[in-house]
Antibody, heavy 119, light 107 residues
Framework: QVTLKESGPALVKPTQSLTLTCTVS??????????VSWIRQPPGKALEWLAR???????FYNTSLRTRLTISKDTSKNQVVLRMTNMDPVDTGTYYC???????????WGPGTLVTVSS | EIVLTQSPGTLSLSPGERGTLSCRAS???????LAWYQQKPGQAPRLLIY???SRATGIPDRFSGSGSGTDYTLTISRLEPEDFAVYYC????????FGQGTKLELK
């Protein structure tokens, strides 16, 4: 059974950095075709794709947020980490960790974690 | 960078009716990697359709996807009460972007 679970702070202050961890089970981060993406959703708004790391360690970023994002993985812990710098209140929202496969799109989603940016 | 525009923004229909949701891309989706998701309040999205027209595991056959080039459609043949939700289209792989969503509401 594939599961993904996000963890991290619920509240961050403006200008601080956010670090979110996704712990996965039921699949290997190094299996061919496996990809983990972070997607966020401000309250009442649309989904926004942020970043992705592939089984071969290739990394891809939202072009608008590229300078603020870093994605990495620790295969020994089955974890993917997203770091976002210089947080702003507009970054408030639910952050989802997801699994994407080569052809099938985002087939599994974590429950999401709500991050609020406020002083 | 591909921009996806979904229409209409809100669609008001009754159970039993046919629902047709549109997704238009700013350039051709040459890879064919176009997906549709359903999201209900307080829940994570759920994959319905991938690669334009393939149904995900467990998705009822009243959901179907079609299209090519820049124009794509999600069709719900006969609406059930549980189908009223927000629907998103997405280009995945590389690049990766979502549309702004269509809210399917009860008339």
């Amino acid at each position: 059974q594939v599961t993904l679970k996000e963890s991290g702070p619920a509240l961050v202050k403006p200008t601080q950095s956010l670090t979110l961890t996704c712990t996965v089970s039921g699949f290997s981060l190094t299996s061919s075709g496996m990809r983990v993406s972070w997607i966020r959703q401000p309250p009442g708004k649309a989904l926004e794709w942020l970043a992705r790391i592939d089984w071969d360690d290739d990394k891809f970023y939202n072009t608008s947020l590229r300078t603020r994002l870093t994605i990495s993985k620790d295969t020994s812990k089955n974890q993917v980490v997203l770091r976002m710098t210089n947080m702003d209140p507009v970054d408030t929202g639910t952050y989802y960790c997801t699994r994407e496969t080569f052809r099938s799109g985002v087939d599994h989603w974590g429950p999401g974690t709500l991050v609020t940016v406020s002083s | 960078e591909i921009v996806l525009t979904q229409s209409p923004g809100t669609l008001s229909l009754s159970p039993g009716e046919r629902g047709t949701l549109s997704c238009r891309a700013s350039q051709s989706v040459d890879t064919g990697y176009l997906a549709w998701y359903q999201q209900k309040p307080g829940q994570a999205p759920r994959l319905l359709i991938y690669a334009v027209s393939s149904r995900a595991t467990g998705i009822p056959d009243r959901f179907s996807g079609s299209g090519s080039g820049t124009d794509y459609t999600l069709t719900i043949s006969r609406l059930e009460p549980e189908d009223f939700a927000v629907y998103y289209c997405q280009v995945y792989g590389r690049p990766n972007t979502f549309g702004q969503g269509t809210k399917l509401e009860l008339k």
